[in-house]
């Protein structure tokens, strides 16, 4: 394995899982269980695999310590600093790139921390370095997401999607916009047309949230004032300036009262020295059709998005569909998405008792499963309790839960510290941090919490 120094790496670690139900409580998104080890450790191992070394990961302040303690568990060679934002401030992503910008000096590989994928990473890196682009995108077309029936009170959501255009020769993106600006017909740029004979234009690609990207937008991104999303406002903006002339920018510029120039538009940061433009013009792999059939197409900014085929697994846990579909695939992926066996599935220190427990699932350390339980594909966090004859099928069941005797559970999400009273009957529930279900509760696709003033946004 080769070591990759040529781009520094920044996870993205701090959402606050907006998405996903309140019932979470304090429970940090990027340390929802998938199988046996946290969301964030899919996008470090993936990272690890392809030879980076070292990443920065950006969590709220809140979540540090406990981040920490979970990674620590995890097996892990790559070396990761964990660099805080205010948890009280809504900080977007642009603003977090902000945040650590001294701290980067080469090119940058962003990437979602909730992102679980089999991708070799090395084939976004590489469409980057074979045109020099300046940012390179990362969608997968998996089709429409899986329906699942979810835990929880029923509810409709319509999911936020993107119009992505792709030049079918090239991969080069050269429209993005959200599907939510349109409301019946969508305008392409004429000049678009004219410029490529082939255009692919999508609209229910899943955004990875994975973006490559020259130092200089970095510096861009500092210097101006007007962006706080990559996704939503940094890459769309880039985007579009491609159709634009450098001289036909009209910007308007000063100095400041220590006579530094202000208001700089991007042209300004994209500013190439040595061979690079040569060397593109008179390569046979890149994409030099400036100037096609008349049609004016910047040269200077280059993006691109690149596509892998349809039966690559990818997921972002970003919803509560998404979270109870990945651990639903966690076990049947695992060799493909890690590189290796998963041979510990019960903790060492773990006590499962029960003979009645199927090899798709996962025991957290010094969790107890006693005798004459039945335990089906289901997944158990760290010191929890599951008394006698208990049954639970298709369950999630977060740290120190304790489920009384004579449950039966299916297709439950039971959060940190929750506790199941006696002979419970549960079906598609949710269960609250540290709620304690009465005994002999009969529910169905109902959500048993503390407050559920906010707690309707089931994703």
């Not at 010191?383 to 369950?395: A, D, F, G, H």
Request: with cysteine; hydrophobic share 35%.
């Amino acid at each position: 394995m080769h070591k990759i120094l040529e781009f520094q790496v920044v996870v993205l670690a701090a959402g606050k899982g907006s998405r996903m139900p309140d019932v979470g409580g304090s429970v940090s998104k990027c340390l929802l269980p998938v199988g046996p080890y946290p969301v964030l450790w899919y996008p470090l191992n993936m990272l690890e695999k392809i030879g980076f070394q070292d990443v920065m990961i950006v969590v709220l302040d809140e979540d540090k310590s406990n981040i920490l303690n979970a990674l620590e568990k995890c097996p892990l060679k790559i070396k990761y600093e964990l660099i805080v934002i205010p948890s009280e401030e809504d900080w977007g992503t642009a603003n977090s790139l902000k945040h650590v910008s001294a701290r980067i000096n080469t090119d940058l590989l962003v990437i979602s921390g909730d992102l679980i994928t089999n991708i070799n990473l090395n084939d976004v890196l590489n469409l980057h370095r074979k045109h020099d682009a300046c940012v390179t995108t990362l969608f997968f077309n998996n089709g429409p997401e899986e329906w699942i029936e979810l835990p929880g009170p029923k509810t409709k959501s319509k999911p936020d999607r993107d119009l992505v255009c792709i030049d079918k020769e090239t991969e080069r993106l050269v429209f993005l916009a959200s599907a939510s600006d349109f409301e019946e017909n969508v305008t392409i740029p004429r000049l678009l047309v004219k410029k490529y004979d082939a255009l692919s234009i999508y609209s229910r690609l899943l955004d990875a949230h994975v973006y490559v990207m020259k130092h200089w937008i970095l510096d861009y991104i500092v210097d101006s004032e007007k962006f706080t999303s990559i996704k939503g406002e940094v890459v769309p903006y880039i985007v579009k300036k491609q159709l634009t002339k450098p001289n036909n920018l009209v910007e308007k510029k000063g100095t400041s009262e220590k006579n530094a120039e202000i208001n700089k538009g991007i042209f300004d940061y994209a500013i190439e020295t040595g061979y690079e433009r040569k060397i593109r013009e008179i390569s046979a792999y890149n994409d030099h059709k400036h100037g096609n059939k008349g049609v004016y197409f910047n040269d200077t900014l280059r993006c691109y998005a690149h596509i892998p085929s349809k039966n690559t697994f990818a997921i972002r846990v970003n919803t509560l569909s998404s979270f109870y579909l990945s651990n639903n695939k966690i076990l049947s992926k695992w060799q493909d998405l890690t590189g290796s066996s998963l041979f510990e599935r019960f903790h060492p220190n773990s006590e499962v008792k029960t003979k009645q427990i199927d090899d798709n699932c996962t025991v957290g350390e010094k969790t107890i499963i006693n005798e004459k339980t039945s335990v089906k594909n289901s997944f158990i966090g760290s010191n929890c309790n599951i008394e006698n004859k208990v049954r639970l099928t298709n369950c999630i069941l977060m740290n120190n839960v304790t489920i009384k005797e004579s449950c039966v559970l299916q297709d439950c999400v039971v959060y940190t510290g929750a506790t199941v009273g006696t002979n419970c009957s549960m079906q598609y529930c949710l269960i609250g941090p540290h709620h304690l279900v009465p005994e002999s509760t009969k529910s169905n696709h109902q959500l048993h919490a503390e407050t559920t003033d906010n707690m309707i946004t089931l994703g």
